[in-house]
């Protein structure tokens, strides 16, 4: 376990293992959240029988109670051992230093080397989510409460411009974040070659920019249906 923890290899396999839960925490919000703006297509957005709705009481399962809060405690470890790597690099090489050891890739983006701080606006925007959704939401239910309605959430979150904009900001964010670290994750953990890391590279452009894209529109659609600028019940 000791050698896991100090050596190079160690230290890139616990960021990529926990950055795999990152990723796949990433994909079930947004999915979810996604069906929102299908309900604003269906004519079903803020009906008590929506889709949103649907996926957020499959949320509330049982088993899905489970698998969620491990998924984000992947992410918060993965959040944490950055910057307990940045630390350590910077007493033992006098500077700042990325915690990755050499990249096989020809040159290094501006994302790989700017990835921590990616990281801290990365959780400071997530600090400020947490307050719209969870603490009215997951955290009510926990504490015997009563969770507020989906889509109330979301008109109430995204019915200030300047709330999309922070919020566009942290989805640009994971973008840059992600360009680098889905790629690196899958070749830490043994896709390596050459071949796949080019592969992986491209997959990594593709995937953060439907994450980006899926987030923002989410947003966005949430804003005009919170100042009546989009009906779609005819459509």
């Known amino acids: 376990m000791a050698n896991i923890l100090t050596s190079s290899i160690g230290k890139k396999l616990i960021m990529s293992i926990s950055g795999l839960f990152l990723i796949l925490f990433l994909l079930l919000h947004m999915t979810i959240n996604l069906f929102s703006v299908i309900d604003s297509f269906t004519g079903s957005y803020g009906a008590a029988d929506g889709l949103f709705k649907a996926g957020c009481d499959f949320m509330a399962l049982p088993i899905v109670t489970i698998m969620v809060p491990v998924l984000a405690l992947g992410f918060v470890i993965h959040i944490i051992y950055a910057f307990y790597l940045t630390i350590c690099n910077i007493k033992s090489r006098g500077g700042y230093s990325r915690y990755e050891v050499s990249s096989k890739a020809k040159t290094e983006s501006w994302a790989s080397k700017n990835m921590l701080a990616l990281g801290i606006i990365v959780l400071g925007i997530l600090a400020f989510h947490l307050t719209h959704f969870w603490a009215d939401m997951q955290l009510a239910e926990f504490t015997g409460g009563h969770a507020e309605d989906p889509y109330v959430l979301l008109n109430a979150t995204f019915g200030q411009w300047w709330v999309v904009v922070i919020y566009i900001v942290w989805f640009g964010a994971l973008w840059f974040h992600l360009t680098h670290g889905f790629w690196s ?26 994450i980006f894209l899926g987030f923002a529109v989410v947003a966005i659609n949430a804003c005009l249906q919170a100042n009546g600028l989009l009906c779609c019940s005819c459509c």
Do not use: D, E, P
Request: net charge positive.
């Open 185 to 210: 994750a899958f070749q830490t953990v043994g896709w390596s070659n050459q071949i796949w890391v080019k592969r992986l590279n491209v997959i990594g452009y593709i995937f953060a920019t439907i």
